[in-house]
């Protein structure tokens, strides 16, 4: 009979305790992990995901502030800010992109040419930020999309601040302007902090102050519904109390150093011209005038400008977005003759005293190349100061020979010839000065990279290579008048914040000239001064300054725009107008205590004497005399320029505005 197994209770008691403990352990720990997610959920992350929900019931809505006020040297309004219906689409609440675009130009409410422009920022945008698709909505504009507002989800109408420039085109190309935020913005800027902003600088003073303009945005929180329309009407005082909004931070406010009495008679001489002017005080550097005609309405761009008002600026023959002023460059001609004057005195090249036979002709020994001056060169002996006021080309070719083009440029250099003047504002190109190891870089040819001893002598009356700015030009013009003392010119003389508070920027002093005599200075200013007056013989200038009520140092130039054949005489009367040769005319006054130096350039209007020189005297009459026609004395500015108060804060609707009567 096989064993019979009898049941081991105490064993499978022991078993079950094994399994009861590990069961029970196993309970503990997911009973112990589930309350610690419970705290880690309602404790420790309630603030993260309380903000969550609320996201399904609130959305947050940027409120721009507002950019800052832009204001000349006394106060006055250049640039602010004005209120405007702005239309705005969320791509992630519009089902069809496409078609909404489509109706909007049906409705006249988008040009069909801005299409491809609003599809590229709206791809560059994320897919739930407020994109601006058309600024400056007329009162008719905002009834007509109210009427069809239902066929359009994910599109409202806004109240944005937008820019306005009470005086138009004046001080545009040292202004600037502002525009809509393109697809190539939005890849260097911060899109948080231009949520809700439709504009940004462009050029000028608009583009490199941005960062000071602009200002820190806002926010505030908007119950919605489903749809994502505002339902905080709804709610009650309880269920808004717990919305959040914070105010902005508007942009700093910029005061100019531009003189808006002097921009504006600048602007009036030049009118009907292509030209530049520009005026600085030489004892700090602050650009009182800085004038390029043609210039452009600045209000075209901060509306949006269509692509038919742009391809008409573009492609308009006179380049009214040309800044002329820093960025054109043109023979200096005549107006380099102190300069080099000075150069041959400092290097004991030639005495001021020094007479020097001129007859209207100049030959390299050597050569049979004719250097030919105009029929009104002053002919017989001159000396130095009588070749500078009357301009007398032979004398300067012959000086330019003498010196040599390597002492001529180490000499031109440190007055600031082909180099940038560190001006505030972008865009300012360098100019030109010829060296003969330039040349040698500059060209491919063998044969081309000789520097010829011909070249120098063109250098003597600012032609050939030799190129500048009229910013340049105004720049070294405030050298001289300072005795060889140099400041950055600058266009931004201070900021004031928020709070009100006014912060002046100090002037940047640059290296001085050294090695010039006092004696030297003074022989080359006087000489200036005589460009101005007829005494013992008359200057080129001194027509148009005849009976000024002070003493002003200048020097007349022109500026070749070709070359003339050795047999051929320039006729102005028969050359095409384009080519006809540039008028230039730098001064600065009072010559005894120099408080404005300014540079005039028109283009294609021939003698400086005839056509620069009275722009100038205009502008100098401008910023030197009272209303009684004597000249003002010199007051010392106040730190704090009135100015306007700031903007308000910017407001934002989540509807269309109401409608006013």
């Not at 239309?87 to 130009?105: D, G, K, W």
């Not at 931070?249 to 002097?262: E, M, N, Q, R």
């Given at each position: 009979m096989p064993a019979v197994r009898i049941k081991d209770h105490w064993r499978e008691q022991r078993l079950f305790d094994r399994r009861a403990i590990v069961s029970a352990a196993l309970i503990g720990l997911a009973t112990a992990g589930l309350i610690a997610r419970l705290v880690l959920l309602q404790v420790v992350h309630h603030d993260y995901y309380a903000e969550l929900s609320q996201g399904n019931r609130v959305r947050t809505e940027p409120i721009p502030a507002a950019r800052g006020l832009i204001v000349d040297r006394s106060g006055e309004l250049i640039a602010g800010s004005q209120p405007a219906y702005q239309?705005?689409?969320?791509?992630?609440?519009?089902?069809?992109?496409?078609?909404?675009?489509?109706?909007?130009?049906q409705l006249d409410l988008i040009r069909p040419e801005d299409i491809n422009e609003?599809?590229?920022t709206i791809a560059s945008s994320r897919r739930f930020d407020s994109v601006p698709i058309r600024l400056r909505m007329s009162d008719e504009d905002v009834g007509r999309f109210a009427v069809h507002r239902f066929e359009f989800p994910g599109l409202d109408i806004k109240t944005r601040q937008t820019r306005w420039y009470p005086n138009g085109p004046l001080a545009v190309h040292a202004l600037g302007y502002v525009g809509a935020i393109s697809e190539q913005d939005l890849k260097h800027i911060d899109r948080a902090a231009y949520a809700g902003t439709a504009l940004i600088g462009k050029l000028g003073v608009e583009s490199t102050f941005e960062h000071e303009l602009h200002g820190t945005n806002g926010f505030r929180e908007v119950l919605v519904n489903a749809q994502g329309r505002s339902v905080e009407r709804q709610g009650g005082a309880l269920m808004n109390a717990s919305l959040?909004?914070?105010?902005?931070?508007?942009?700093?406010?910029?005061?100019?150093?531009?003189?808006?009495?002097?921009?504006?008679a600048a602007e009036d001489a030049l009118a009907g011209h292509r030209g530049a002017v520009v005026a600085l005080d030489p004892s700090n550097g602050d650009i009182l005038a800085l004038v390029s005609l043609p210039g452009f309405d600045p209000t075209l761009f901060a509306r949006g400008i269509s692509g038919t008002e742009y391809g008409e600026l573009q492609n308009d023959i006179d380049r009214p977005l040309f800044n002329r002023a820093l960025r054109g460059t043109y023979p200096s001609g005549s107006t380099i003759k102190p300069v080099l004057g000075l150069a041959a005195l400092t290097d004991h090249a030639i005495q001021a005293d020094t007479k020097v036979f001129c007859n209207a002709v100049f030959y390299l020994p050597g050569s049979r190349h004719v250097w030919r001056a105009d029929k009104d060169e002053p002919?017989?002996?001159?000396?130095?100061?009588?070749?500078?006021?009357?301009?007398?080309?032979?004398?300067?070719?012959?000086?330019?020979?003498?010196l040599g083009i390597d002492r001529m440029a180490a000499f031109l250099g440190p007055f600031g010839y082909g180099q940038p003047t560190g001006i505030d504002i972008g865009g300012e190109k360098p100019g030109l000065l010829p060296t003969p190891e330039w040349k040698r870089k500059a060209f491919k040819r063998p044969e081309d990279k000789t520097w010829f001893p011909g070249e120098t002598v063109n250098m003597g009356i600012g032609q050939g290579y030799l190129l500048v700015t009229p910013l340049q030009l105004a720049h070294i013009t405030g050298i001289l008048a300072e005795r060889g003392r140099s400041f950055r010119p600058r266009v931004v003389k201070g900021t004031r914040d928020a709070a009100g508070h006014v912060h002046s920027l100090a002037p940047v002093e640059g290296a001085p000239i050294r090695g010039?005599?006092?004696?030297?200075?003074?022989?080359?200013?006087?000489?200036?001064?005589?460009?101005?007056?007829?005494?013992?013989?008359?200057?080129?200038?001194?027509?148009?300054?005849?009976?000024?009520a002070y003493q002003a140092a200048g020097k007349t130039g022109t500026a070749q725009v070709y070359s003339v054949a050795q047999n051929a005489k320039y006729n102005a009367k028969t050359v095409p107008e384009r080519l006809r040769d540039h008028a230039w005319f730098i001064a600065f006054a009072p010559a005894e205590a120099p408080r404005i130096a300014v540079a005039v350039l028109v283009e294609n209007a021939g003698f400086g004497s005839m056509n620069a020189?009275?722009?100038?005297r205009k502008v100098l009459d401008t910023y030197l005399l009272g209303p009684d026609g004597k000249v003002k004395p010199p007051t010392l500015e106040a730190a704090a320029p009135s100015l306007p108060a700031p903007a308000a804060p910017e407001a934002s609707t989540t509807g269309p505005p109401r409608p006013q009567a």
């Open positions: 239309l705005e689409l969320v791509p992630e609440e519009v089902p069809n992109l496409q078609a909404t675009l489509a109706a909007l130009v609003i599809e590229r959040r909004t914070k105010p902005p931070t508007a942009g700093d406010d910029l005061v100019l150093s531009i003189d808006l009495k002097v921009q504006r002919r017989g002996y001159l000396d130095l100061p009588e070749a500078i006021s009357r301009s007398s080309d032979v004398y300067f070719y012959r000086l330019a020979s003498t010039v005599s006092d004696i030297d200075w003074t022989v080359v200013i006087d000489a200036m001064i005589g460009t101005t007056h007829c005494a013992r013989y008359c200057g080129t200038a001194w027509v148009a300054f005849k009976g000024a020189a009275p722009v100038a």
